[in-house]
């Protein structure tokens, strides 16, 4: 377990991370400076200010693959589980999974609460205000209940009003779990593996399950507080009582998680608010491309997906499940072996059953690996013929929730597109992948090495070249 505030210190080791002093942030607000650092696939940015906490943007989301990046949108994510910042994509998508529903577990470990100084309110905290808006606003915020089955998480994010009321929205299904004045603490500032899985348990729709049952009570050290145990590495902790269980007000936007299940609107009064030292936490410019809370959504909702396509059939023919959040997760794929002629229908079918977030399954060849978003639209292009592989539904499919041009409710087709060579096919029939060795006569191969070998003659690397 990496807490938030070691994790950003990892990133800006990593030379990822950008920190700005507090008269640099005058005249410009911060989700402005977000959202335009995400535009440009720069680095994370943290916000160091004299009045309030200090804040961290972009520190769950990467860079844009249609540019070119060594990094990968989840790069800062696998560091933020443990793993090596270039691991691999699916070591990512299994470890997020592990974090879920897991049966039997250890049962949770504790520590010491690291968020001990009481702040005056919750208005002192300073969390950012936005150019367009009334109200600071609090995003990527992880609320906590406890029943006498356990504490229940989930995502929940809203508006601060005054000094001790906010406006918020969280899952219904948290909410339908309170039935009295129970606490409700606003973790902000958790560990990763926290967050994500709180984002995990949403958009699988398993807020109901206790985090004693998922495995991230084996992974993230815990602390009780009044709205049940949060971890003990939280930056700032919020408890709160519900004022409103059914406020009269609407938000002006959702983070990205309301896609995948309902979500409702509590007003909650704020009773006590503590802090560490020196606080630093998370916040998103929500409904902007490649936002914190479109990444998170996106990977939890690839390693559902990928954990249970393999499942399916009692084999694991699926290579990588993948939602671009270049493409705002409008569309799905899924790079994977086809097992028999069919087979590609029934994994589209498949996918399109387990989330509505998206409306299009694009299925690619195992080899294809899930850093090169360009070898999935190139494959598009040169296997998948329009009149053959792109397969329509009827047009009374229920309409997707992410897709902007799929605002109006109303249904449509879906489409699934195998970009996957056709198992039947003969080898003869499929073309050989451009070499060196494949695309030169032999004379002209030889040429090459020779003047290769010629130019680094003498270099103390020379070995290394010519063996390229």
């Not at 936490?281 to 939890?300: K, Y």
């Not at 009692?314 to 069919?342: H, K, N, Q, R």
């Not at 050989?432 to 010629?454: G, K, L």
Request: net charge negative; proline share 7%; aromatic share 8%.
């Amino acid at each position: 377990m990496i807490p938030f505030a070691q994790y950003l210190r990892g990133l800006d080791g990593d030379d990822d991370l950008l920190t700005l002093a507090a008269d640099e942030l005058a005249d410009v607000p911060p989700d402005v400076v977000a959202a335009e650092a995400l535009r440009a696939s720069g680095p994370a940015i943290r916000y160091n200010r004299v009045d309030g906490v200090d804040l961290a943007s972009g520190s769950f989301s990467g860079p844009d693959r249609m540019q070119r990046r060594d990094a990968q949108p989840w790069s800062r994510l696998a560091l933020g589980l443990g793993l090596e910042s270039d691991g691999s994509f699916v070591s990512v998508l299994e470890t997020i999974t592990g974090l879920g529903p897991a049966g039997e577990t250890d049962g949770p470990t504790y520590d010491t609460q690291a968020a001990s100084r009481t702040v005056d309110s919750v208005q002192a905290l300073g969390l950012p205000q936005g150019a367009d808006d009334v109200w600071p606003v609090l995003t990527l915020g992880m609320a906590s209940i406890a029943t006498a089955d356990g504490t229940y998480w989930a995502p929940i994010h809203g508006s601060i009003v005054g000094d001790e009321t906010l406006r918020v929205r969280t899952p219904a299904a948290l909410a339908a779990l309170l039935d009295g004045n129970e606490t409700i603490s606003i973790a902000l500032g958790v560990p990763p593996a926290a967050i994500m899985t709180a984002y995990l348990l949403a958009v699988t729709d398993h807020v109901a399950v206790p985090i004693q049952a998922c495995g991230v009570a084996d992974d993230v050290p815990l602390v009780p507080t009044n709205g049940g145990l949060v971890p003990s590495a939280t930056e700032v902790v919020i408890e709160t009582t519900v004022a409103d269980h059914q406020p009269d007000f609407q938000s002006d936007r959702r983070e990205a998680w309301e896609y995948c299940l309902e979500s409702t609107p509590l007003a909650l009064s704020v009773e006590r608010v503590i802090a560490t030292d020196e606080p630093v936490v998370p916040f998103s410019p929500v409904g902007r491309p490649l936002a914190d809370d479109l990444q998170l959504t996106g990977v939890t909702t690839a390693a559902t997906l990928y954990h249970r396509v393999n499942n399916y059939w009692g084999i694991s023919p699926v290579e990588w499940v993948l939602l671009p959040a270049e493409a705002e997760l409008g569309f799905c794929v899924v790079a994977t072996d086809v097992l028999y002629a069919g087979f590609e229908w029934q994994l589209a079918n498949i996918l399109f059953t387990f989330s509505s977030l998206f409306d299009t399954v694009i299925i690619v060849d195992e080899d294809v690996a899930p850093t090169d978003l360009g070898r999935v639209l190139g494959d598009i292009w040169v296997k998948a013929h329009p009149s053959r592989d792109w397969i329509f539904s009827d047009a009374s499919a229920p309409a997707a929730q992410r897709p902007r041009y799929r605002q109006d409710g109303q249904t449509g087709s879906r489409l699934y597109v195998n970009a996957a060579w056709d198992p039947r096919w003969e080898d003869s029939y499929i073309a050989p992948r451009v070499t060196f060795e494949t695309s030169f006569p032999p004379a002209v191969r030889e040429a090459a090495r020779t003047a290769w070998r010629t130019r680094y003659d003498g270099d103390a690397a020379g070995g290394d070249h010519d063996e390229q």
